[in-house]
């Protein structure tokens, strides 16, 4: 069998006719030439419009990568023709196997950035012995194409978040569809300022967002803003996650400052290795760190008594109706300003502020699933973390499009993988 009849069986073109085929070794490496022609008589189609037209000249032949096989490199070779249109004037032509200038045809660059949804970039790029640059490029046409073409209709439930990213801390906005049957990644923006959500809001247009039933996010005040002028038809929720991160920094800041005072005054450093053991909950603690956090519990400290009052504020998120969550909601917050301990106090100052918004959780809680959030932002940040080569925002923007944005992707007659 000729290798022709195979490529004719998984990628067979209109208008277009695999002729020779050569094997050829380059930098010790084998690497196969497949010779495109364009079918006799048949005319090139205007990369500008999209019409047949009469060919003016051809350009020297080019090369294409295909998808590799048996250790073997894949290219297609072809001479662009170039068109004289009538309305472009004179342009080079389209071919179906590949997409404007990209020396990558598009079948490699979905099947590269399918790899890409289970490998890192490098480990995509060394396994198929192409580049990073490759694969980035194959991972940014299959975004283009999957926002291109994905679905935005039914969406009514939506969660604002923000991420931290790279060597200077730099925030992300993004936003997540949340609703039970479906899940992705919407939206993602540079900064955290309100000028950025309401890009988002631009992006998903009027008619959208006055379908928007619940809007999920943090008490960040540019994000309060913005939602309530935007999408005030919405029951806005200040979500269990984002309230429990504000406790966990509170705790964090009373020990530091404790555990600096004690060493100060000569006491032995109890406080030091404790910071997870107050972040865990109780029921994820091991053995050992059980033992520690019994020993440390013996103390009246500051730091004990912050994380007891946190500890009791899991109770509050097991409440059924809204109104006796907001009588629990009260008494903690009294408890909390009498304890004396400023970083509680504040807490329990932005609880109190926001009161109507937390109990929201309460009023919508059937209506999405609340480890929602909590879930997108562990994968953006695995994501993110995974990515040290994300040098640039566009670059993480595809990232994060690509592993969570749930994109779709054209229907195509072979699967090479
Ligand atoms: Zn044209």
Redesign the pocket.
């Known amino acids: 069998m000729q290798l022709k009849t195979i490529l004719n069986r998984v990628h067979k073109h209109q208008s277009f006719v695999y002729a020779e085929v050569e094997l050829k070794e380059e930098k010790q490496q084998m690497v196969l030439e497949v010779t495109i022609r364009p079918r006799r008589n048949s005319r090139p189609v205007?990369?500008?419009?999209?019409?047949r037209?009469p060919g003016y000249d051809t350009l020297s032949a080019r090369r294409f990568e295909f998808i590799p096989f048996w250790g073997i490199l894949v290219y297609f070779v072809y001479a662009m023709r170039r068109?004289q249109?009538?309305?472009?004037?004179v342009?080079v032509e389209s071919v179906p196997w590949a997409q404007g200038k990209h020396p990558i045809t598009t079948a490699y660059a979905w099947f590269l950035s399918g790899w890409a949804r289970h490998l890192s970039w490098s480990q995509v790029s060394k396994s198929f012995r192409t580049s990073w640059h490759t694969v980035y490029r194959s991972v940014e046409q299959a975004v283009q194409w999957g926002r291109a073409h994905q679905d935005l209709s039914g969406i009514t439930a939506i969660g604002v978040d923000e991420l931290c990213w790279g060597k200077w801390h730099r925030y992300v906005t993004v936003v997540y569809q949340i609703n039970r049957e479906s899940v992705r990644l919407l939206w993602l923006g540079e900064h955290r300022q309100a000028k950025t959500l309401l890009r988002f809001f631009r992006w998903f247009n009027k008619e959208r967002t006055s379908q928007l039933e619940y809007i999920c996010s943090d008490m960040w005040r540019p994000y309060l803003k913005v939602i309530a002028k935007k999408a005030n038809q919405a029951t806005h929720i200040l979500d269990r996650f984002h309230i429990m991160m504000h406790l966990n920094k509170a705790i964090d800041k009373v020990r530091a400052t404790e555990a600096k005072d004690l060493a100060a005054k000569g006491y032995m450093p109890v406080l030091k290795k404790s910071r997870w053991l107050l972040l865990k909950r109780p029921e994820n603690l091991t053995d050992k760190q059980d033992v520690s956090l019994a020993t440390l519990l013996q103390f009246n400290l500051k730091t004990v008594r912050s994380y007891l009052l946190k500890e009791d504020f899991q109770c509050f998120w097991h409440y059924r109706s809204a109104y006796w969550a907001g009588q629990f909601l009260d008494r903690w917050c009294t408890r909390a300003m009498r304890s004396r301990i400023e970083p509680m106090q504040n807490v329990a100052k932005m609880l109190r502020r926001h009161r109507e918004l937390i109990l929201n959780w309460f009023r919508a809680k059937k209506a999405f699933s609340s480890g929602i959030v909590e879930g997108l932002n562990g994968k953006a940040k695995v994501t993110t973390r995974k990515a040290y080569g994300y040098k640039t925002f566009k670059m993480l923007e595809i990232a994060l499009y690509h592993s969570l944005g749930a994109l779709p992707e054209p229907e195509s007659t072979h699967e090479f993988f």
């Open positions: 205007c990369s500008g419009c999209g019409r037209c068109v249109c009538s309305i472009c004037g342009k």
